[in-house]
Structures are given as C-alpha cells and as structure tokens.
C-alpha cells in the first residue's frame, strides 16, 4: 500500500515510524486506474490534458475521497466494537441473573426437582480488613427479611470464649440452612469462614444433643440447662426432634458491598452500620441473586434514569469505555428476558421494598405499572387470592393483565392458608388455557378417566382433578430418576452426579408413564383448529410440562466459588496481572524451616521456597532474608487452589525471558496474526533493561528495610566488604522498587501520559536532576496534568542506593512505599473528594468565568461560585467566584492533611469554603499587574512550571511566604459583613504540616472516581 521502501529496511510497511506512512506515500494506483477508466474520454485526448485530469483525480483521492473511506472505516469499527462490548457485558450480566439462589450442602444429596430448595433462613456475613470496622452477622428469614443480628468489636477474634459464646447462642436461636460470608475483606474471608466453620459445627451439635443428658452431668445440672434452654427458646417445643444442619460458605459480594453505600441502604435501613447492611444484602443475594439485581435497578438516579447503580458494578472489565445509554439499554433486556423466564411471585413483590424491583421487568408492566399495582395490592389487605381476582378487583387493566398475568406466580403465604387456591395459578400457563376455554381441566379430566364427571363446571371439582394429575407427574419424576440412579449404579458405580439430573433432557419421551403422557394433544389441538378456535398445540405442550414441573426454575443452584473464581474473587487478581515470570514486590512475614513466607500487595500471600532464595545453597531463611525485609521476587507459579504465589529469588529465574515461562491454559492462545518477531523484540530490550538493572543492583539497599533482589548478597564495591565512596554526582539508583525508573523527565511524563487513564493517582520515582541526594516524584493528577514534587535524601549508602530518609517539608518517610502511602495516597483522596463536590465543575477557567457572569447578569444580588482545576498551576484548584462585576478566583493547594488556603490548611473542602464566605477576599494587598508578572503566581509553596505538548510540569520543592496578593503574614482585611452573614475575620496562624496522622495505614494505588451520581464512600 505504500510505494518505494518507506522504512529504509526490510520491515513491512505496518512495522515502520507514522512519521514514515505519510498519505503521499501511499500507493493508489489501483484506485487511479477505476478512475481513469470512468472519467478519462473515450476518444484519446492530448497527454497534457490527461495529466490535468490525472492531478485532479489524485488530488479527489487523497485530500477528500480516502480520508472519507478512512472515518468511515473507523466509525464502523467503533460501531461494531461497541456493539460487541455491550452484548458481552450483557452476557455476564444474563450469567451473573441466571445464578440461582444457593442450596445449602445437606440438600445437595437430593435433586432439585424432588426435593426443592425453598425459602430457607441464611446468615450473612460481612468481615472487614480494618481493625476498626467490625464483623457483623446477619439473620434473613425465608423472604429475605432481617430477623436478627449480631456485631462483633473490631479487633476481636471470633475464636476468643465470649465471643464465641455469643455465636453459638445467635446461631441456635436463628438456626440458619447456611452463613454465607461476603469476599469483600480479601483473603481474610477464608480464615473468617474457616473459624465460623468451627463455630458452627459446635452449635449444630449443642442443639441436636440438647435434651441428651452428659454423661458428667446430674440431673439437677440436666433440668438447669434445660430450663435456661426453655428461656431463650420459648417457641420451641421439648418434643420437636428437628435435626439442624448448617454449612458456611464464600460467596460474591459485589451487589451487596453498593448495597450497603446506597441511597437504598440508608433508605431502608437508616440507623444500621454500612457493614450490617452489607451483611444482610449478602444473605439476600444467597437467596436470590435476580431480586438483588432487579433491586439495584430500581432505585433512579437525579436525573430520573433507573439502573445507575448498575454501573458500578464490576460486570465487565471494558464497562467504563462502553456508551452508558446503550449499556443501560442492553441490562434492561437482559433483565426482563431472565425475569421472563424465572416468573414472579406477587404477593412477595407487593409485599417487600427489596423483591417489589422484580415487578418492573415483567413484560407488560415497567415500573409505573409495577409501583401502581403495588398500591392497589396493599389498598385491598397486601394479599392477591388469585389470577383472576387482578380482574375481578380493578387491580389491572384487560391489556396489561392478558400481557403480564402469565408471568406472575400466586404462591401459598400464611395470609392464604385457609383458602384453597388454584394450582395453576402458580405456572406458565396462561389463564386463557384453564379460565375461558378450560382445555387444562379437560387435559386432567380426560388423563383421570373421570368420564361423565367432566360435566361437573364447579371450581373445586376443577381444582381438584388438577391437583390429582400434577400429584401423578411428580411421582412419576420421582420414578425415573430413582430408576436412572439405579441404572446408571449398575455400570459405573456410586458416581451418578444428584444435582445434574434434569428431566427434560435427561428422560426421552418414550420412558414418562405419567397420565398425561397418555393423552393424544396433536389430535385435540387439530380439533380446537377444525373448530375455528386456531393453533394452541404449543400451549397444549406446555400445559403438559407445567403439570410436570410447575414453573420449574430454569436458573442452577449457585456455586460457591472455588479454585480460579475464589482465587480471582478475593485477591482481585487473575492469569492476565499474576503469571510466571512477572517481578513483584512484597514484604517478609514469616521465616520457617522451608522458606520465607511474604505479603503481595494487595495482601495475596507468597511463598519462596528454600531452594529459590539463592543461586548457592541455603541453610537457613534468615541468611538471605529477615522478617521486615521488602524484596522484589519473580513468580514461578500461582496456585489458586492454595490461594498461594511461589517465589523466587535466584538469578537464573530473573535472566529467564518472558518467552520461556509456560503461559497460563485460561489465557486465550495467540492467534495467527500474532506479530512473533515483535514479541521477540521487546522481550530483548526488556531482558537488556534488566540485565543493566541486575548489575547495579549488587548491593543492599537500607538494610532491613531496604529491598533485596537475587539473592544478591555482593557488596557495593565489588565484594571486599568495604563501603563505596560517594561521589557527589547524579547517577543511576540501584532500586527495584515497581514505582521506581532510571529515566528522564520527559520520560517519565511519556510513560505516564501513554498509559492514559489507568495512570491516573499514581506516580513514579526517578532521580532528580537538582542534586545526587534527592528524587524526583512525577504525580498524576489527572488526565495530561502531572505534578512534579522534589524529595530529599538523607542517610544514603552510595549515590547509587536510595537514602533512608526521604524528606518532604520537613515530614520524614522511610520508604518509597511509605512515601506513596502516607504522601501521594492522601492526595488521591483528596483529588476525589474535589471531583465529587457539589461545587465542582470540570470546565476552563474562562467557561467558568462565562458561567458566573451569566449567572450574575440573571440574578444580580446573588453571589455564585465554583472550583474547578487550575490551568497553569497542576496539582492545584481554583476557586472562581463574582460578588460584584468582575469574576476573581483564589487557588487553593492540595495536602496529604488537606487544601491550603490563606495560610490555613482545611482538613475538607466544605470547611474552607465555610471560611472563604467569611472572608471572601482572603488576605489581600496592593496587586501589581504587568505584562511581565500577570500570570506568575507564587503561592504556599514555590513552583516551577513548564508547559509541555501534552501536560504541564510543576516541582513543588519548598515553601514561601509571598501569594498573589502580597506577603501571606499579612494579617486579612475584616469582614465585616457578606452576602453569607455577618462573620468575623479568620485568625491567621500557621499552616499545619503535610504529615499524615500517626498510624494511619499507608493506601497503595488510587482508584479512579466513580461516575456521578455514585453513592457517597463507594468504591469499585
């Protein structure tokens, strides 16, 4: 496609520089020899005037007709990639509805269509991560409501006596089917769900055994227990042998955790714990994962729009990139197609806020129709009888009841215990089928052999003989799927899979001997045809099948996740981000006989084993490594079985080319068109990369806090034990740290920017150019903006190591982790605070201004103001406001501790802007405008910026007392009344220190805001 050999070598054309592949390059020859066939004369015309009509073609080909075919090309792609990014979000959605609710272990030695699940009793259960957050245990009855509940102290055990004492006691007396435990606390859930294990098995025991006497107990003891026993059981009787069985098991929590942080939350809940909440969404999801879908569909963001909250959700990984309308649009359908298939029971939606979400997908309803039905239901007594009554009782217009009554399902609550109500009420089968024409008691009748009874019209007549044929196919499922366990035993053994069992797809046709199966339905349906009454052999099929299984769930009982799914669910992690040969970076826990134990980020657990710490034989851990000791290892394999990551130390492993680690069997395999030679390429530049790194890496960085690679044990100077002198000049770190790069300025900034959004709220590490005893951290602010800050090293070992104290405006950090999490971390926070406040808005300072003015020219004796992001100081926001005529501003500094301001720092922006109404001026002088000065700014800290193609540079290194309006000691002008009231000055004093608390938990990374709209603390 391009002429002449535009790269200057052999490579192909795809392979070269853009700057290589110009349009004017471009071979389009072929294109002009269709054209010249069409518009060139038929008659031979003078070379001069072809070549007129050559330049004008090729000029229409190049500067108009392939730039058009080009947009277009790529809007279709854009088209089809969306479209195809939609559907597999919605898949994984139908996936994640499709799960049916969880049945506990003792009911998995039983098939599902003999012995139904039913509404059980579950307790959720939600852990955290933090000491400070507690454990909260959730008890749901059968429909989902909170019965009771039990909070555990932060920084408690569960193993520890009260505690336990406590469990025991909350457990017998809910007495749940299963405790399901949220993943939301990490790895930390397994040792959760491991101790309540333990927990129950004791109390399932103490309950079966109660009215057994001990063998150390007398009889006084016997009657005292059972006595405190009568106390708290009231309900129960001395004579009930029920026998409780109770398992724990992990389960998502995904839907549950948003749950807990919204406005659903606090609606229904108001005074509860967000854990508590979270604990009980956790046992409903267990229940029923499509009602907790159609729940978080149904609350409406501000704009009205229901189904914002499912953005949140981690449903797909590419959900971000996709169009939110047409993701929306897709999670709609998906949703009424499953609740379609699934059915509703009414009188449970009518009757409960957290199932009443399941009416709005059924077909002809939506969630007027739904919140309307839901009032007419509770305006006649919150009880529904039967179909036919949504008629009788106005609940529902003809239309919308022939479109939605087939999908709704009457089911026996204590309300209609003394009534007898119709069984195909609570089936697929239209009323039509069994009210207007009664083909569905003919079926029945013609199947019992009635004869001339069938002439009897009475309800109960019809109830009744329906009743006695569904009886008869349910013995007869029962029978075929005793006689195919028998057979199958017969020639393979005790491996006949329960569960698996289906009856419409394992039972052929001519194995039923239900009565049903007797009755010719072609022959009666070609008779309801002859008869003018048209085609209904389908309804007639179903009729049989609904008598089989009525409204059989076509949704399997959840899996707990195991393997992979749990490994992926608790870590967050998969084959793509932890697989053999990626360097990673932990922290030594535990030393043993057999190696060290370490802890990823992120809290996954490593092993390395003995054989893996050196190159040389290892006698002992502590030789190479000591607890406390950060060190950058390579994978060897991930076992997500054991929920565990092997190391490795050895040279040997991290000279290995990528090319040369198995890749994992869950990843798809390479294509054809899989550029191998490229692969081959960056795999040798990454290995010399490393190959530089490894050799200055012969040292040990900070002792025990320092990082260690290899198993390099070597000495700075070559071994002989003595320490390198320092130099005094700029050189390369020996640091392995993953945040860490021997690079310059601009690339650094490149890498960032090239990430793109996965970049933002992190920051990298190279040495800084100002001196050999500080570096330099490039921060992200936010897309193209990127902060440089200066560091300061002290107690260094060699120039080539990284000090152990790293200083920034006096704060004292020992690490770089440390550095990121109590530094760049808070920033983060606080970047998401702004971004999230009702005041800010992400526009130019100049659309704002124009903003203002036109909100001031509307409403003059009105005072308005916004912040949105300073454009020529990054890192910082400016607070843009007009009182009179003219739009002002004052920039404000980010903090770990807060936003500085007036030489006060805020610990949140709304207290700063409480004092910016007091003192709307702030602290002000003589302003001295030029043409050389009007746009230099110095305020808290001095900066130096340079303006770049794609970003901005600023190097906050140190702090002044000047600001833009003159010296910052200055004390401000009183105020002595505003448009916000009549408020003194604020008291001038000085800022407090950019140390974040003491204790606080370092946060490693940052995660990108939410959308708007989500709810307040949430977090994906």
Known sequence: PFVGDVSGNDKPWYKCELENLGRDRQDVGKFMEALERVYFPADNDTDEWND???????????????????????????????KVGVEAAAQTLRDMAMEGPYRPSHLLGENRFIVPTGDVPIVGVCSSNDPKDGTFLAAVNGRGELTDHLAIPGGTSITSEKIREKVITFLMQTRPAAVVVGSGAGVGCKLTARRLGEVITQATERWNNRLIQGQDEDDEDFEARMQTFRLMHSNIDDDDDEVWKCNVDIVDDN????FGRSVRGKKEFPDMAVNLKVAIATARWAKD???????????????????????????????????????????????????????????????????????????????????????????????????????????????VYN????????????????????????????????HRN??????????????????????????????????????????????????????????????????REAVPAESWRDKVEELDLETFAEMIEENGNGKWL????????????????????????????????????????????????????????????????????????????????VEAAEDIVSVGTIVTAIITEVKMDHMCVDLSLKMEDFKKKSSQWGRPQSLPPLDDFFDREAAFKIDEEKEKERESRLRALRLTIGGSSGTKIGGDSHDADGGDGTQAPR??????????????????????????????????????????????????????????????????EEDKDTDASIGNRLIIKKEVYGSIDELLGRYIAPMNDRVEEIQHHRKFTDKLEDELDTQLYDMKKANPNGVFYFICWSESYPGYISLRFIMSRTARNHTIGISPEGFAWNGKTFNNLDKLLNEFKKNPSGARTPQHRSSSNSSALSMSSSMSTSRQSTGVRTDDTSRQSRSRWGPAAMPPV???????????????????????????????????????????????
């Not at 839907?255 to 948003?258: E, S």
């Not at 479109?403 to 009420?425: C, E, G, M, Y």
């Open 52 to 82: 007129e009509r050559r330049k004008i073609l090729k000029m229409a080909l190049v500067n108009y007709l392939l730039p058009q075919f080009e947009a277009e090309t790529r809007r279709d792609l854009k088209d089809v990639s969306t």
């Open 255 to 258: 839907v549950a955790q948003l």
């Open 289 to 399: 994962p499509l009602g907790e879908l159609a729940y978080t569909w149904s609350s409406a963001s501000d704009a009205g729009v229901f189904g914002t909250e499912m953005l949140f959700l981690n449903i797909h990984p590419l959900q971000r990139l996709l169009p939110k309308p047409m993701l929306l649009r897709e999670y709609e359908r998906v949703l009424c197609d499953v609740t379609a298939s699934v059915g509703v029971d009414l009188n449970g939606a009518c009757t409960y806020d957290h199932l009443h979400g399941l009416l709005t997908f059924v077909p002809g309803l939506g969630p007027r129709k739904a919140n309307n039905l839901k009032q007419s239901v509770s305006r006649i007594g919150g009880v529904v009888s039967s179909r036919k009554s949504l008629l009788v009782k106005r609940l529902m217009g003809p239309i």
């Open 403 to 434: 479109n939605s009554v087939a999908f709704l399902r009457i089911r026996a609550t204590d309300h209609l215990q003394d009534q007898l109500l119709h069984p195909l009420d609570d089936s697929r089968c239209h009323p039509d089928v069994y």
């Open 438 to 503: 009664k083909w569905a008691i003919k079926i029945a009748v013609d199947a019992l052999e009635l004869g001339d009874s069938a002439s009897n019209d009475s309800e109960d007549y019809a109830i009744t003989a329906l009743r006695d044929v569904m009886q008869n196919s349910r013995d007869e499922i029962e029978r075929l799927f005793n006689a195919t366990k028998a057979e199958w035993e017969a020639h393979y053994g005790p491996t006949f899979n329960v569960g698996a069992w289906d009856p």
């Open 538 to 617: 389908t309804h007639l099929t179903m009729i049989k099948w609904e008598f089989r299984l009525p409204f059989e769930d076509p949704r399997k009982p959840m899996e707990p996740p195991s393997g992979e799914k749990l490994f992926r669910l608790l870590t967050g992690e998969s084959d793509v981000t932890l697989c053999p040969g990626k360097e990673v970076t932990g922290k030594v826990v535990k030393n043993g006989d057999f190696g060290s134990q370490v802890k990823l980020e992120g809290d996954v657990p490593g092993f390395i084993p003995l054989r893996n710490l050196a190159d040389d034989h």
């Open 727 to 792: 130099t005094g000049k700029v050189t390369r770190r020996a640091c392995a740290h993953p945040a860490f790069r021997n690079a310059s300025h601009s690339e650094v900034d490149r890498e960032l920017k090239e990430a793109g959004d996965a970049m933002v709220g992190e920051a990298l590490i190279r040495p800084s150019n100002r001196s050999c005893d500080s570096l330099a951290i490039h921060w992200m602010v936010r897309p193209g903006c990127i902060k440089v800050i200066e560091v300061h």
């Open 974 to 1020: 009183p105020v002595t009344a505003s448009r916000w009231g009549n408020m003194p000055p604020p008291p001038a004093g000085p800022p407090p220190s950019f140390a974040r608390p003491d204790g606080a938990p370092p946060i490693f990374g940052y995660r990108p805001p939410p959308p708007p709209g989500a709810p307040p603390g949430f977090r994906q």
